[in-house]
């Protein structure tokens, strides 16, 4: 290699590692910038909760009848018969049509297992209705729920599913409380920087978690939010990831 070889060859070389240079220190100061950007901002998860009382109830029941295939014509007599001693004690219960929903009878076989099933013995049939009472007069259902025993009293087979209780306000509950929950992050965004000299700025960005609707007193929430429906008394939680700017 001649001497004016060499010299380009290093020039190269120079280039070449003169241009490294400059895209590491381009690197560099974009590292050095996002760095800033984070440090420069905080992230907190805040909450907030209210205690509310339901006021929507649904009340849900069935009456049944368990028949031959032979005696079809009587089942169907004696459920529409416990339709109206049904009907009757709804309206003792002060209970209006408008919010009753009675479905139509279903039929459905029944299975012997130990007996195998055998085709030479004729098969029962259960005949079941169902009934559903929605209010917003909570103490109104709940008296309903309780009194059922005097439909069992006068013969018919009725069975009732545990009350179900709703609060109708929820969306508009948790309005309110999603500002609250932010503002509960600011304190705790306050708190962790209150020794570092700085001081929270302004909010950057937010976002709402999950809804949970709890029995009073309880704390057992669901990562994909949660509703009860077994009590009256509720607590309505909703959590806020709030970031903040640092200054």
């Given at each position: 290699m001649?001497?004016?070889?060499?010299?380009?060859?290093?020039?190269?070389?120079?280039?070449?590692?003169?241009?490294?240079?400059?895209?590491?220190?381009v690197?560099?100061?974009?590292?050095?910038?996002?760095?800033?950007?984070?440090?420069?901002?905080i992230?907190?998860?805040?909450?907030?909760?209210?205690?509310?009382?339901s006021?929507?109830?649904?009340?849900?029941?069935?009456?049944?009848?368990?028949?031959?295939?032979?005696?079809l014509k009587?089942?169907?007599?004696?459920?529409?018969?416990?339709l109206?001693?049904?009907?009757?004690?709804?309206?003792?219960?002060?209970?209006?049509?408008?919010?009753?929903?009675?479905?139509?009878?279903?039929?459905?076989q029944?299975?012997?297992?130990?007996?195998?099933?055998?085709?030479?013995?004729?098969?029962?049939?259960?005949?079941?209705?169902?009934?559903?009472?929605?209010?917003?007069?909570?103490?109104?259902?709940?008296?309903?729920?309780?009194?059922?025993?005097s439909?069992?009293?006068?013969?018919?087979?009725?069975?009732?599913s545990?009350?179900?209780?709703?609060?109708?306000?929820?969306p508009e509950?948790r309005?309110?409380l999603?500002?609250?929950?932010?503002?509960?992050?600011?304190r705790?965004?306050?708190?962790?920087?209150?020794?570092?000299?700085?001081?929270?700025?302004?909010?950057?960005?937010?976002?709402?978690?999950?809804?949970?609707?709890?029995?009073?007193?309880?704390?057992?929430i669901?990562?994909?939010g949660t509703?009860?429906?077994?009590k009256?008394?509720?607590?309505?939680?909703?959590t806020?990831?709030?970031?903040?700017?640092i200054?």
């Amino acid at each position: 290699m001649g001497a004016s070889e060499t010299k380009n060859f290093f020039k190269s070389v120079q280039f070449i590692i003169g241009l490294c240079l400059v895209i590491s220190s381009v690197i560099f100061s974009v590292a050095f910038y996002n760095s800033r950007i984070t440090t420069d901002s905080i992230s907190v998860t805040g909450s907030a909760s209210q205690e509310v009382v339901s006021d929507n109830a649904k009340f849900s029941g069935n009456f049944s009848r368990i028949i031959k295939l032979s005696n079809l014509k009587s089942g169907y007599e004696q459920m529409a018969a416990d339709l109206k001693t049904v009907k009757d004690f709804l309206a003792a219960q002060n209970i209006v049509d408008k919010d009753v929903t009675i479905s139509t009878v279903s039929m459905e076989q029944n299975y012997d297992y130990n007996q195998n099933n055998v085709s030479s013995t004729e098969k029962d049939y259960t005949l079941r209705q169902t009934v559903e009472v929605a209010s917003s007069d909570v103490t109104k259902i709940d008296a309903l729920a309780q009194a059922t025993q005097s439909l069992i009293n006068k013969g018919v087979i009725f069975s009732v599913s545990p009350v179900e209780y709703y609060y109708k306000n929820l969306p508009e509950t948790r309005v309110a409380l999603l500002s609250a929950a932010v503002a509960d992050a600011k304190r705790r965004a306050d708190e962790i920087v209150s020794g570092t000299g700085k001081k929270v700025g302004a909010l950057k960005s937010a976002a709402s978690g999950v809804v949970q609707v709890l029995p009073a007193n309880s704390l057992e929430i669901s990562d994909y939010g949660t509703y009860d429906t077994t009590k009256i008394n509720k607590n309505v939680m909703v959590t806020v990831k709030a970031t903040f700017d640092i200054n």
